[in-house]
C-alpha cells in the first residue's frame, strides 16, 4: 500500500463546475500536509498547505482530517486554467530537521469549456 | 528570474554512459533535494542535503552520486546508466524547517537507450 494514496481520475468536468479531491495517508508521523499542482511536463509547485481547522485560498478549500488520516481538496466555480495534476503531499519528519516530502500519485483534473 | 535551474533539460543517452545533472538556486536556502519522477508520475526524494551535508539518502543504487560544491548548488552523476534510469529528475530547494515550501527546478528528462 503506497503511503499516500490519491484516485488518479482523470477528473472531466465543465467549467463552473465544483470539484472534491480526496486522499488518503498511512503514516501517523506526518505533520504536515500540502496540495501541489503539476501542470503537464512541468514541475510541482504549492498550491497550497493544509490545516485541521480547514484553510481556503480563493475558489480552492482545503481540510484535513487527521483522525481518518484524510485531506480533501475543493475548487469551485473551475476554470479552464485549473487543469492539470493535483499532487497530495505529506511531510513526514525523519532524517534532518525538514523531513520528508511523501507525494501521492497525483489525481488529473480536464476542465472543458 | 530563475529560482531553480537544472542543466541540461533533456538528455539522451546510450546504456552504460555516464552522466551529470546540475542545479542552482538563487533564493538563498540551506536545503537541496533530488527528486525522481517515473513513467507511472510518482515523485520520489532521492538524496537531500543542507548546507553540504547529506540528510536523507533513500534506498537509491550506489550508481547515483550527489555532489553538493556549496548550498546553492547540488549535482547528480550517474554511473553505468540503465534502461530503469529513464525518468525525469527534479531538484528542489527549501529552507532547513519542517514543512517549509520546498521550490522545484523545471526538471531534467533522461532517456536512455
Known sequence: RKEVEQDPGPFNVPEGATVAFNCTYSNSASQ??????QDCRKEPKLLMSV??????????TAQLNRASQYISLLIRDSKLSDSATYLCVVNRLGSGNTGKLIFGQGTTLQVKP | DTAVSQTPKYLVTQMGNDKSIKCEQ???????????QDS????????????KELIINETVPNRFSPKSPDKAHLNLHINSLELGDSAVYFCASSQYRPGGEQYFGPGTR????
Do not use: A, P
Open chain 1, 32 to 37: 504536515s500536509f500540502f496540495w501541489y499542482r
Open chain 1, 51 to 60: 490545516y485541521s481547522s480547514g484553510n481556503e485560498d480563493g475558489r480552492f
Open chain 2, 26 to 36: 538563487n533564493l538563498g536556502h540551506d536545503t537541496m533535494y533530488w527528486y525522481k
Open chain 2, 40 to 51: 507511472k508520475k510518482f515523485l520520489k526524494i532521492m538524496f537531500s542535503y543542507n548546507n
Open chain 2, 110 to 113: 533522461l532517456t536512455v537507450t
